[in-house]
């Protein structure tokens, strides 16, 4: 068994894609900054279509962060190159700006590549609005959802519609659950990957080998499935840097940000002073926007902004366990809804083994934090009363 542990964020910070970004000063754009943003699109949707376009050298990347200056700026120098900070510098490189990314150690190396490796829709959210009356919740579903199937259509090498299994020992249960995720697809509308539907007892065990007919002293009537996506959340990230590459932003891994520049006259933010830490060597980067994008070390980068910044991440941190293969079918995942404290756990399958998880806890920032032994039990504790296998 192998564990799995990231750190995630909470705070005042806009979350997009498992990470978090702040925009360290206000930006100064003209519009002849901007350029046509139409013909820079058409450009960049050429350059991906063309099977032999080649991402620049590493060396030509940081050429062109050394190549800015004062006179002749970056638009966007992006800290970060998770999920994030990768998603902006693509999003900025398609509108024409001049974009750079720096990544401290690997594109990936964080958060981003220690997730449940799920696309959510944002079921849960959906839970919350209806009995909450929140329409704000409901247009977060809305915005899941559509961004779901738009991440599966164009990176359908990397990303799949999964089908989820949710266990029901009570008829009532049965009917919430179905009703609920019902409802879920009725939302979705034409962003649907496939309805949801209701298996009787012996069909899921069908489905589900290892499914126990048992559980928590009640006997199963049946399960729901609905489909969610899953992806491969590395290469995803791998997949937008060079795609942002692509696009004309120079992105260097293994560069990290010892300080930021200031104007001398009025202290605002025009660059950082940058260390390839593959060489040593130290280099200036000049930019008219400083993108924080440094998922839970973003408060790292804010003090070299502002020594006396005051922390606004609150850490927690996720373990997932590895389990073998024979633990999920190959093609369906199962969902506890509902734990012994309230929290839902997943058991997926993934390259040919299974990953259970995830938990939900305060922790200290570190690159490689460490799961704790409670946590690995309260996974296996959790998945044990759905299987009529030993977990171990």
Known sequence: MATSIRLRRLGAIAAVAGGAYTIVRQPS?????RGDKLSALETFRRKISDPFA???????????????????PLDILVVGGGATGCGVALDAATRGLRVGLVEREDFASGTSSRSTKLIHGGVRYLEKAVFNLDYGQLKLVFHALEERKQLIENAPHLCHALPCMTPCFDWFDAIYYWAGLKM?????????????????????????????????????KGTVVYYDGQMN???????????????????LNHAEVVSLLKDEGDGRIIGARIRNNLSGKEFDAYAKVVVNAAGPFCDSVRTLADKDAKPMICPSSGVHIILPDYYSPDGMGLIVPKTKDGRVVFMLPWLGRTVAGTTDSNTSITMLPEPHENEIEFILDAISDYLNVKVC
């Open 54 to 72: 080649v991402v620049p050298p590493r060396n030509t990347q940081e050429a062109a962060l050394i190549g800015s200056s004062l006179a002749n």
């Open 29 to 33: 754009f003209s519009s002849n900054d």
């Open 184 to 220: 879920y697809d009725l939302v979705a509308g034409r962003h649907l990957l496939h309805l949801s539907r209701y298996y009787s007892a012996q069909e899921s065990v069908e489905l589900f080998p290892t499914l126990a007919r048992n559980g928590k002293d009640k006997t199963l």
């Open 233 to 251: 959340d590395s290469r995803v990230n791998v997949a937008l840097a060079c795609s942002a590459a692509l696009a004309g932003a120079a992105v």
